[in-house]
Nanobody, 125 residues
Framework: VQLQASGGGLVQAGGSLRLSCAAS????????RAWFRQIPGKEREFVAA????????YYADSVKGRFTISRDKAKNTGYLQMNELKPEDMAVYYC???????????????????WGQGTLVTVSS
């Protein structure tokens, strides 16, 4: 499975960006998809996730109400819509996927098998 993340860029505080994560390769059963982010010197942190065939969405408290995770099943692509961006949202954003995801593992960076290459989001104040 290959994941290709895109959509990062430079935006002013208060602005919006939409990240995309296109998947290719073999299908994953009961897959979980997630977005994580990382700034230099810090651990990769959970942002948002869902299980591909379920409607529930899961968010970090820091982004709840501003970010929305979604999917286009026909395109096998996940999205992260980021609104009201803040300087503290600036990071490299990674998409991730794994098969057979249980709820307790959705927020766990170590639970994911497949990772995209990362896309940089820069927020100017």
């Amino acid at each position: 499975v290959q994941l290709q993340a895109s959509g990062g860029g430079l935006v002013q505080a208060g602005g919006s960006l939409r990240l995309s994560c296109a998947a290719s390769g073999r299908a994953l059963s009961r897959q979980g998809r997630a977005w994580f982010r990382q700034i230099p010197g810090k651990e990769r942190e959970f942002v948002a996730a869902f299980r591909w065939d379920e409607s529930n969405l899961y968010y970090a408290d820091s982004v709840k109400g501003r970010f929305t995770i979604s999917r286009d099943k026909a395109k096998n692509t996940g999205y992260l819509q980021m609104n009201e961006l803040k300087p503290e949202d600036m990071a490299v954003y990674y998409c991730a996927a794994r098969a057979g995801t249980i709820l307790s593992a959705l927020r766990d960076v170590h639970a994911y098998t497949y990772w995209g290459q990362g896309t940089l989001v820069t927020v100017s104040s």
